[in-house]
């Protein structure tokens, strides 16, 4: 899993705790990941007082297909009552070291990734390769 952080807050750097915010991360779409198949059931995470939040995602580098996050933040209105829902237009893809939201949301994606699933190390590492040993299920990659 790939551990994704951050820190919301609303536009005066304040902090939405008082709101009961949510932040739903779901699935383009289904997907495979070592033999498994992943729903596209929305992951929630609600940030603590200070709005700081992490959470684990499956990394996207090594889903296929090609897939990404999808992002809403939900909270209550100051009435209590009435729930306002933004949503953002970028595509998360979620490389498997994780990282700041930031970061994550201004990276370009990499559709490019080849993972070999096998016990031995590939030989060369030709560039954007993944391994994924299949005795130990250690993930490793080279980028260049």
Known sequence: MATVTGTLSDFRLSTLSAYEPVITFTPSSIGLLGGRILARRPIEVRPNAAGYFEVDLA????????????????????????????HTNDKLFVPYQGGT????????????????????????WPP???WLNTL???FNRKDA
């Open 101 to 124: 939201i930031a970061d994550l949301l201004s990276a370009p994606s990499n559709n490019q990734l080849h993972v070999f699933m096998q016990d031995t190390e590939p030989d060369p």
């Open 128 to 130: 954007g390769t993944a």
């Open 59 to 86: 990394s996207t580098d090594l889903v296929t297909p090609a897939a990404w996050f999808d992002i809403a933040i939900r909270w209550l209105d100051p009435d209590g009552q009435q729930v306002s829902v933004d």
């Open 136 to 138: 130990t299920w250690d």
